[in-house]
């Protein structure tokens, strides 16, 4: 998705279950041979000094500590369109960003090196969340990547715009129907206020269509004995297309501007013109770091419907071409950046001294262990933002629901769907699921 061009403020994680990982490991790595130079990706561009010079520094003090070891920095994280072009080109890094939609598919055509071998010289991976770990592994329990970041969607939305919509800030809506009638109140303020904003561009209308199925009880793929099949061409699919066609057209409460995808909502919501759209805690720290949004506006709220909730998320894996001496490096410097707990609370201070956003209502990715309180206390010592506006989110949490098989093409038909209904006032939503469920089909075929 475009919402993760972004780097986030504060990637503080660990990697596998000791006991899985041993279970795992059938040989030993080879020893150090001598210096080693590697490539990796996740540098903050130019644009984002603060978080860039933190990463550079980061850099300067691992090959301090590491001096047979040479970071070769480069910018850029998962961008769903150019990745296989580079992959298949030999351009991608020694150790490259992905997201949780993409271990799987990588693992099974054999493009990342198994790192289970190795991972018993990093102790710090004994803390990390199974759940997180399962995802990053294959299905022979051997371990390919280490998670870095977690997210979960629920529902953004504006307080200065709820108080002069008539609406409480303090009482956001809990269904859809109330997301409806909230929209509708909102978008009536005129001045160009839009009442509730969506995507449908770059794979990120398939993105929400799923979590907006998950949040009403339904799916978009599901296990038939071996195989997998669409599962969204149903009452409940048709219910969501509806709603987003009945605001649109007939409430005039999402905006005549559409084909939207993540950044044109942080955007639209830092400039106080959007009233709400679901979003993930950490669109807020774009809002303010590029747009110059307000975080005391902002409120987060879970996922109406509150079935379920996407959980998505990000982490790094290493090139299959590796060698072992790259692929122990490559840890080192993934452990050290994102999985030490030493340095847990230093980079909240600094984030925070920074003036980034720290304190958001995310999830811990560490599971047990001293890490998991040590990030608790930081996030609650240095946090920055008015913990008051995601009180419902934190206090309601919903059940997690992970992302299809082949997300990402998942997401680019149903994209279509998406973009569809909410620019063509004639777009006939059964014929459009029809069409979505013979291609995703055709999509799921594919997956072992």
Partial sequence: MDRRTF?????????????????????????????????????????????????????????????????????????????????????????????????????????VADISAYTKEFPAFAQLRPDLLKIFSGPDGKVYGVPTEQYTLGLMYNRNLFKAAGLDPDKPPTTWAEVRTAAKAISALGNGTVGYGEYSKNNTGGWHFTAEMYSRGGDVA???????????????????????????????????????????????????????????????????????????????????????????????????KATPEKIRAGLKWLTFKFANPDRIEKAHKTASENKEVVGLPEPNLWGAGDAKTKTEAARKQYGNVPADNYKMFVANPVPLKVEPPNAQAVYAVLDTVMAKVLTDKAANIEALLNDAEKQVNSILATVK
């Fill in 222 to 320: 599901k296990k038939d004995g071996d195989t997998w099949k669409a599962d969204f061409n149903n009452a409940t699919g048709k219910a969501l297309l509806q709603d987003l066609y009945d605001m649109r057209w007939t409430d005039n409460s999402m905006g005549e501007k559409q084909l939207l995808e993540w950044v044109d909502l942080v955007q639209m919501m830092a400039s106080g013109k959007l009233g709400m759209n679901v979003g993930a805690p950490d669109s807020i720290i774009p809002m303010k770091n590029s747009y110059s949004g307000k975080v005391e506006e902002y409120g987060l709220a879970p996922i109406p419907g509150g079935k379920n909730t996407l959980a998505g998320g990000a982490g790094y894996m290493i090139n299959a």
């Fill in 7 to 111: 780097s986030r403020a504060l990637g503080v994680v660990l990697a596998a279950s000791l006991a899985t990982v041993t279970a795992a490991c059938s040989e030993e790595p080879e020893a150090p041979k001598g210096p080693v130079t590697i490539t990796v990706n996740g540098l903050p561009p130019e644009t984002n000094a603060a978080q860039r010079k933190t990463f550079l520094d980061d850099v300067k003090e691992f090959e301090a500590a590491n001096p047979n070891i040479k970071i070769d920095a480069k910018e850029g994280t998962m961008d769903a369109q150019t990745f296989p072009a580079r992959l298949a080109g030999g351009q991608l890094e020694d150790v490259f960003h992905v997201w949780f939609t993409d271990p799987a598919n990588l693992i099974a055509k054999k493009q």
